[in-house]
C-alpha cells in the first residue's frame, strides 16, 4: 500500500498517513492535536453534539480490525516517559518514583520508615507536659468513644428510654463519659458486672461520681444485673431522677 505524504498543521512536519485517510488526518501525533487545541473553547451546542453522537453507536468488526492495523508496531508517544521525581530511599538508600504532588516523600515503604524510627529516640521525650496542655488532652478525650460500639446493656436502656419517649444522648463530652445523658443533669452510667468490680475500678468510679455532684450533675449507675433483671425498677430510678430535674 503506497502512502500519502502530508503535512501537520500545528508542527509543520511531514507524515505519512494510508490514502484512506489523506482528507481527515491534519495531524502528526496525538500532541499535536492537543496543542492545536490550547486556547479553544468549543460551544454549549458542539459539546452537547458531541457528548450524544456516539450513544448506542456500535463500531463494526471491520472498523475494529482497521483500528488495530493502523496502530499495529506503533510506539505510544507516553512510552518511556516519566513525569514525577526519581529520589533515594533515606533508610535502604534505594532510588524510587514519586509524582509531582508527592515530592517530600523520603522512605520507598513503610517497612523502611519504621525501621528508620527503630533505636532512635522521640523529639518529645523527657519534656514534661504543661498543665495547659494535660487539660486539653483531658478534653479530647471526653469526644473519644471507646469502644465504638454500644454494649448490650446500655442497647437495653436506650430502647427503655425510647419506648417512654425520654429524650437522651449517647457519650455525653463530660467527665466519665457518661453511656446515656438526659438533659440538663442527669448523667447514667451502665456499668458491667466484672469490669466495675476489679481492683481501681470502683475507687475510680466513685471518684468519677463525687466529681459530677459536686458540678451539680445527678448520677445514675446501673448495674448489669439490675439491667438485665429488673429492668423496670431502672426506669423507675430514672423516671423518679427526671421528675426532680425538671
Same mark, same amino acid.
Given at each position: 500500500m503506497t502512502m500519502v505524504i502530508k503535512i501537520c498543521q500545528q508542527c509543520n512536519n511531514e507524515f505519512n498517513v494510508k490514502p484512506y485517510m489523506k482528507d481527515k488526518a491534519r495531524y502528526c501525533s496525538h500532541l499535536c492535536y492537543w496543542k492545536s487545541k490550547i486556547g479553544y473553547k468549543q460551544s454549549k451546542?458542539?459539546?452537547k453534539k458531541r457528548t450524544f453522537a456516539?450513544?448506542?453507536?456500535?463500531v463494526s468488526s471491520d472498523?475494529?480490525?482497521?483500528?488495530?492495523?493502523?496502530?499495529r508496531g506503533k510506539i505510544s508517544w507516553l512510552k518511556g516517559k516519566r513525569f514525577g521525581i %526519581?529520589? /533515594?530511599? #533515606?533508610?535502604?538508600?534505594?532510588?524510587?518514583?514519586?509524582?509531582?504532588?508527592?515530592?517530600n516523600k523520603k522512605f520507598c515503604s513503610y517497612l523502611c520508615y519504621w525501621k528508620n524510627k527503630i533505636g532512635k529516640t522521640s523529639w518529645n521525650k523527657g519534656i514534661p507536659w504543661t498543665e495547659e496542655h494535660k487539660q486539653k488532652l483531658k478534653i479530647s478525650r471526653r469526644f473519644q468513644v471507646f469502644p465504638t460500639r454500644d454494649t448490650s446493656i446500655e442497647?437495653? %436502656?436506650? /430502647?427503655? #428510654?425510647?419506648?417512654n419517649n425520654i429524650e437522651f444522648e449517647t457519650h455525653y463530652p463530660i467527665l466519665g463519659q457518661p453511656d446515656l445523658f438526659i438533659k440538663p443533669n442527669i448523667?447514667?452510667?451502665?456499668?458491667?458486672?466484672?469490669?466495675?468490680?476489679?481492683?481501681?475500678?470502683k475507687e475510680k468510679d466513685e471518684r468519677i461520681t463525687k466529681t459530677l455532684q459536686s458540678q451539680n450533675y445527678i448520677v445514675i449507675r446501673l448495674w448489669e444485673h439490675q439491667i438485665n433483671k429488673e429492668i423496670k425498677n431502672c426506669y423507675y430510678k430514672i423516671k423518679e431522677k427526671v421528675a426532680l430535674a425538671t
Open positions: 451546542e458542539t459539546i456516539l450513544i448506542g453507536h456500535i472498523t475494529r480490525k482497521k483500528i488495530g492495523d493502523s496502530n %526519581i529520589k /533515594n530511599c #533515606l533508610f535502604c538508600k534505594n532510588s524510587f518514583y514519586v509524582p509531582q504532588s508527592n515530592k442497647v437495653k %436502656i436506650q /430502647n427503655l #428510654l425510647r419506648e448523667a447514667i452510667f451502665c456499668d458491667g458486672d466484672y469490669w466495675h468490680n476489679l481492683p481501681g475500678a
